[in-house]
């Protein structure tokens, strides 16, 4: 099976610094990675996915890399503003009869004011 | 509430009972997940179903059971055999095939007393 690997784990910027949240996976066959955003007590909502065919994809202030050859992707926030401060997850779908994704185990982003 | 409603949202249950997760989605989406999600663990996946009537059991199915009598509905039954079920269970679908995320519930907390 899949196996997703997220550093760090905790991460503190100032507002209006860059964050950067990186994954690693096992299984080259995956093909599609997600990003979810899990804000305290609330359900996990995708903010940006990547497909295996695209390099990097970017959405406002927010873009994911991947690396194909390395097996790894980053999800790149820019210009941090407190509303970011959430729990990131990144997400891995190896295809096949049965799709699942496998989910990585979370960074908690504080963003200072 | 976003198309897909957990109920209920907090759970008591005492040692040796079953209790049931309700799961209910209105998108139209084939595939629905159970995930269990501890502090610092991320999300473990339970059970998944692609079609009516099969799932198939994830990571951690042990001490669960899982029914997919209709395409909108996936309860969860948490049965006396989990012996630490005290976690927050969210409950998700998705489309069919490559590059869909998922839409997650808000949740169920679930406590033993």
């Known amino acids: 099976g899949e196996n997703v690997e997220q550093h760090p784990s905790t991460l503190s910027v100032q507002e209006g610094d860059s964050a950067v949240i990186k994954c690693t996976y096992s299984?080259?066959?995956?093909?599609?990675f997600p990003w979810y955003k899990q804000e305290l007590g609330k359900r996990p909502q995708l903010i940006i996915d990547i497909r295996s065919n695209v390099g990097e994809k970017k959405d406002q202030r927010i873009a994911v890399t991947l690396n194909k050859t390395a097996k790894h992707f980053s999800l790149h926030i820019t210009e941090t503003q407190p509303e970011d401060s959430a729990v990131y997850f990144c997400a891995a779908l190896l295809p096949g009869g049965y799709q699942k994704v496998t989910f990585g185990t979370g960074t908690k982003l504080q963003v200072i004011p | 509430d976003g198309g897909i409603t957990q109920s209920p949202k907090y759970l008591f249950r005492k040692e040796g009972q079953n209790v049931t997760l309700s799961c209910e989605q209105n998108?139209?989406?084939?595939?629905m997940y159970w995930y269990r999600q501890d502090p610092g663990q991320g999300l473990r996946l339970i059970y998944y179903s692609q079609i009516v009537n099969d799932f198939q059991k994830g990571d951690i199915a042990e001490g669960y059971s899982v029914s997919r009598e209709k395409k909108e509905s996936f309860p969860l039954t948490v049965t006396s055999a989990q012996k630490n079920p005290t976690a927050f269970y969210l409950c998700a679908s998705s489309s069919s095939g490559i590059g869909y995320g998922y839409t997650f519930g808000s949740g169920t907390r679930l406590t033993v007393v």
């Open positions: 998108l139209n989406h084939d595939a």
């Open positions: 299984d080259s066959a995956s093909n599609y």
